[in-house]
């Protein structure tokens, strides 16, 4: 028996900003060096936003390399109402 799919979108269930903020932690952990990752993860979050125009300038956070430029996550960071912050994982 066969059934019928609805295409996911991880968008749709970011309602409150708190399931924002702990799917961009959940986004930071798991990319790792992937800059392209962390890009698809901004588009999902300005969607979720409701805000198309980050998202039509989400074609930009790339570079010609494929990489993420850090100063313009920030600034979209910043945009999405989230602030990057750090805390320890380990000794040094």
Known sequence: MAGQFSEWDSADYLKTPQDRADYLNACLEEAG???AFMAN????LARACGMPEVVQDA?????????????????????????????TFKAV
């Not at 993860?41 to 999902?44: P, S």
């Not at 790339?62 to 945009?79: D, N, Q």
């Open 41 to 44: 993860a901004l588009v999902v």
């Open 59 to 87: 074609g930009l956070l790339l570079s010609e390399e494929g990489e993420l430029e850090f100063w313009t996550f920030l600034k979209v960071i910043r945009a999405l109402g989230f602030k990057l912050q750090v805390s």
């Open 33 to 35: 060096e992937n800059s």
